[in-house]
């Protein structure tokens, strides 16, 4: 019975610090992400989406409503509006291998 306590005893710390680790482990794993998320985008939009990968709801700020301001989720994307203004990123099949092999004033064009 002794063995068998002392046995659980060990097997219950080596469980706590496995767990610990993990848990250490994934924080980091986390916190790395976000980094890279801030090293990528603008404050407020690296701020949406880590909210929204969060599952936290993406709301729009009274002060930033004063000034034509905002962000909303748009399905698997982030907008950010601002009054009379369009940007608008997009991926242009086959842009990068032409921009690599012809002069960027050729690209501009």
């Known amino acids: 019975v002794d063995i068998t306590n002392r046995?659980?005893?060990i097997n219950k710390k080596i469980i706590e610090a496995?767990?610990?680790q993990r848990e250490k482990t994934l924080l980091q794993q986390k916190e790395d992400h976000e980094n890279l998320i801030h090293s990528i985008f603008p404050p407020a939009v690296g701020r949406d989406?880590?909210?929204q990968?969060?599952?936290k709801p993406l709301t729009i700020s009274p002060s930033r409503r004063s000034f034509g301001l905002g962000h909303m989720s748009l399905g698997g994307s982030v907008a950010q509006m601002h009054q009379e203004v369009t940007i608008l990123f997009?991926?242009?099949v086959g842009f990068t291998a032409m921009s690599q092999t012809v002069a960027p004033q050729q690209v501009m064009e």
């Open 18 to 20: 496995l767990t610990k």
């Open 49 to 51: 989406l880590i909210r």
């Open 53 to 55: 990968q969060s599952g």
């Open 90 to 92: 997009t991926d242009i």
């Open 7 to 9: 046995q659980s005893f």
